[in-house]
């Protein structure tokens, strides 16, 4: 038969719940388990179905001057959720703007029972880490961001480079 990859639905929902606690008990232990319904309302509640991307629009003075694209994604801490901040961008700095997107995300994630937000940034880009800094978010330096691109993406996904 060989391996075979294909979308989750709402049939798999005991087998994702069983594979969400096995997630939690290879980093947290045995200690750290929640009972076991806890990992297929998780699965049912918010890994089965289509999750979108979303948008947050920031306005100065009534024109649209920021975005934030973002998605709430599965697993997070204790069952939670995490905001994962994609893009955040405005055409105004100093004025507050980017401060005020920031509080909304990190409304939204509260409001949506998730347990952090997370984001990317730059390291060349010094004026953005100051920023992040200055609202009190901690640098993160024990994962390693990877990326697939380009011919190496191509080559992965079965097709040929260029």
Partial sequence: MGIQVRYGGADDV??????????????????GLAPAARYDELAR?????PH???????????RV??????????????????LQLKELYSDVR?????AAMLR???????????SRVDWTADVGNVRA???????????MTAKVSYRLD???LRELAGGPAS
Avoid: K, M
Wanted: aromatic fraction near 10%.
């Fill in 14 to 31: 005991a087998t994702l719940g069983a594979l969400l606690r096995a997630t939690d008990r290879f980093y947290e232990g045995e200690d």
């Fill in 65 to 82: 001057v920021a975005y934030a694209t973002f998605a709430i994604v599965y697993p997070g801490d204790d069952l939670q959720g995490q």
């Fill in 150 to 152: 380009g011919d190496r």
């Fill in 52 to 62: 979108p991307c979303e948008v947050a629009l920031g306005e100065l003075d009534g």
């Fill in 129 to 139: 880490l100051d920023f992040y800094d200055r609202l009190g978010a901690r640098r």
């Fill in 104 to 114: 909304f995300l990190a409304a939204t994630a509260r409001s949506r029972g998730c």
């Fill in 45 to 49: 509640r918010a890994l089965v179905g």
């Fill in 94 to 98: 100093g004025q507050g703007v980017g």
